[in-house]
């Protein structure tokens, strides 16, 4: 990859979220970086609106059974080179709701995953890192 | 207005009414009656339609209206009891729009017909969902005979 | 005469060509119908609640929504109170009113603040956003936790305030208030932001009562009920407020009767650490009884109500939840057609939907099934109408 390329990757990275079947925590929490406390727009990070501009993906939720396409479709519409990064304990490991007879699997099983940020919700600022962790392995 | 007295007085012995508490009243009502006395509530007594609660019971389906006297602080539970396998059960959205959704929800989880509902689709489950199978249906057994000792020691 | 089924996309969370969720047919401007699916946040949590005790119970139905994150474990506790009648003790009436009102707070903050998004004044979401933090700070002294807090158990609540700390909160809250006093200002003074919701939108009284409408949405349109005054629970008859209710049922009542429950939520807070009697904050209850017990918490968005039904193990038979979502979104029908595409959004968002259950929508041609519009373009179409309002009536943004 030019060098060039992945600078401007690392330099200012567009994230897109997608909540599938969330409780909407780590999704108000990710809102909460445009903050401006949080304020992830002074390190070149924003949001997009379509999976088609992104760089990064941001995966929240248990994934049930009516968001698997959904969320196969949009890690195919993100462009190479693409990262992904799980917010929050339901999307790592379903945390209560493995169970369900509405979960299916985890989301690691459906697409992969380069970075797992845990909690219920994380942080902000463990969201940030979670998103900086994942572009350092854009070597 | 004293509601346990207004519903009593009405219904008589079509009726049972336990009061756990100013709060809480239960009403247990034959299925026939049922549509009649939460629409008398809804119409003529001024209550809130605040939600059914359908419960499996093995042998039929109990459904519960929960309606709501906000200017006495008290909640009015109507409780009856629909026969397995008919599960037919007269629709309330022709009285209480508002009843829709649940039982659109209670007819895909427990597999309960209401007659006359504009639209009995899907609300929850995805549409791939198999059809006949009820997530909230309890475990039954053999005999009509097991499930009844068995729903009598739950 | 041209019919296109459109279907707005939620701002946040775009899709990409199914169609989903908010649909509505338009012709030329207007919206002549509409219909919703839901679904896309379905985890089964009622069965799943049959599977766990009642301990464990709590932290489920927790994780329901994470805007009103406690008013689901308020209810449920009731619940499991209610069963044989257990009294819990009056410092804990009083932690449990503070938490529920704290939320209040933040929950209508968040939607002021994506309300503004919507009209297009990203100020007010930046603002009404940074004002949450002071409360979510609040939060995380007394809980350890911004969202999520785990303060209720049955018989009362997990964690005490401590004496120490109450100045400081004290001082917190009045500064939240203080900030909130001043966004109510802002919104209900702005005359931009007047034009472009009073009269939109109207959800009549007899509606409301039809469709069984709660909270804010009910208040708004006249119908004057709250948990907190008709079924009194906590320290909510001990300490002195006011119910808000207003009468014109359009998005300028909804947006005031949040702002103003805000104030009252405030007065409530400082009323309860002031007057929090010393004692024990658990009754320590060993079984919860068989029988049935209902609760009730009027939750941000509305009456939260739980049904519980137990037997003699330590797993509830049947646990019957329903989020106060669940009727007023069906409502949006009724206040939508009729009005214009370009605040089909606003209205759509007026009703707060707590976002677990709204946030996918999509557009789409029922012909071809081709996307039309996304939800950046509805949310755009939204804002646009606000800047010509500006340009036309000549008035400062």
New interface residues.
Partial sequence: MANWFKWGLKKSPWVYHLGASACNNCDIEILDTLTPKFDIERFGMTLVGSPRHADVLLVSGIVNRQCIERLKRVYEAVPKPKLVVAIGVCACTANMFRDSYNFTMPVDRIIPVDVYVPGCPPKPEAIIAGIVKALEKVK | MNIVDEIKNKYGDRVEVREKSKRRVFVNAAQPDTKELVSWLFRDLAARFSIITGIDVRIGVELIYHMSFDAQGTLVSVRTQVPKPELAMPTLTDVIPGANWIEREIHEMLGVNFIGHPGLTRLLLPDDWPEGEYPYRKKTYGSEQENAEREESD | MDKKAIVPIG??????E?PEFFKFTVEGETVVDASVR???????????AE??TYD?DI??VE?????C?TSHPFAFVQAAE?IS?IEVPERALYIRSIIGDLERIHSHL?WVGLAGHFIGYNTVF?WA??CR?PVLDIFEKISGN???YGMFKVGGVRRDIKESDIPGLIKAIDGVEEFCSMLVKAVMDDPVIGARTKGIGILKKEDA?????LGPVARASGVA?DVRK???YAAYDKVPWERIVLKNGDVFDKTAVRLLECLESAKIIRACLKQMPKGPIDAEVREVGVG?G?G?HEAPRG?C?H?V?S?TSNYP??H?I?APS??NV?SFKKTVIGQQIADAALITAAVDP???CT?RMAVVDPETDKVLM???DLVRLCQEKTEKMKGTKGLRG
């Avoid at chain 3, 839901?38 to 799943?48: P, T, V, Y």
């Avoid at chain 3, 009562?209 to 409408?213: F, H, K, L, Q, S």
């Fill in positions: 701002p946040f969370h775009p899709l990409l199914e839901i679904g896309w946040n379905h985890r089964g949590i009622e069965k799943l599977s766990k464990q932290f489920l994780r329901i929504c994470g805007i994150s209610d009648g968040l930046m956003w940074k933090e911004r969202n999520h009562i039809a469709m069984g409408v009920i008709d079924y009194p049935e209902i009730q009456e109500i049904y039904l037997n038979e049947r019957k329903r669940f009727m069906a707590c976002y677990c946030e996304t939800g950046d």
